[in-house]
């Protein structure tokens, strides 16, 4: 049985399938979604315990429902991702949230993981 639930939500669908393939190889139970609606639809019904939330999606920006996600499930891990400069300090506040710039090394998942 998985460990814990992971939910991907990014429109890249290489990356996906690479954070997929290493979580499931880590007994993680893995689900993924392209559009900010469909993995705010997933968030919902699965509850993962680890979210990766994607920047720019195709229907909004998924930062901008961290503030949402933060107050309706505390209990998750939060990690925003973004091919892009961000700007570190709109989260600073909230310490359940990481930031992960693109491309994530395997070795970072690695030490965040223990």
Same mark, same amino acid.
């Given at each position: &049985? *998985? ?5 991907i @939500?990014d ?6 399938? !690479?954070?997929?393939?290493? /979580? ?5 139970e893995? /689900?993924?979604?392209?559009?900010l %609606?469909?993995g &705010?639809?997933? !968030? $919902?019904? +699965? %509850?993962p315990? @680890? !979210? ?5 999606? *195709?229907?909004?920006?998924g =930062? $901008? ?10 209990? +998750?891990s +939060?990690?925003?991702i973004?091919? /892009?400069?961000?700007?570190p300090d709109? /989260? ?6 990481? +930031? =992960?710039?693109? *491309? @994530?090394? !395997?070795? $970072?998942?690695?030490q965040?993981?223990?």
């Open positions: &049985m *998985p460990d814990k639930r992971v939910l @939500i429109d890249e669908t290489d990356f996906c399938l !690479l954070i997929k393939n290493y /979580f499931v190889k880590k007994n993680f893995v /689900f993924v979604s392209h559009t %609606k469909d &705010m639809d997933c !968030l $919902e019904k +699965i %509850k315990d @680890i !979210l990766f939330l994607d920047n720019n999606l *195709p229907d909004g920006l =930062w $901008e429902k961290t503030e949402y996600i933060s107050k309706h499930y505390p209990q +998750i +939060i990690n925003l973004s091919a /892009f400069q961000y700007n709109a /989260f600073k506040q909230n310490t359940s949230v990481k +930031i =992960w710039e693109k *491309p @994530i090394s !395997l070795s $970072e998942l690695n965040y993981l223990n």
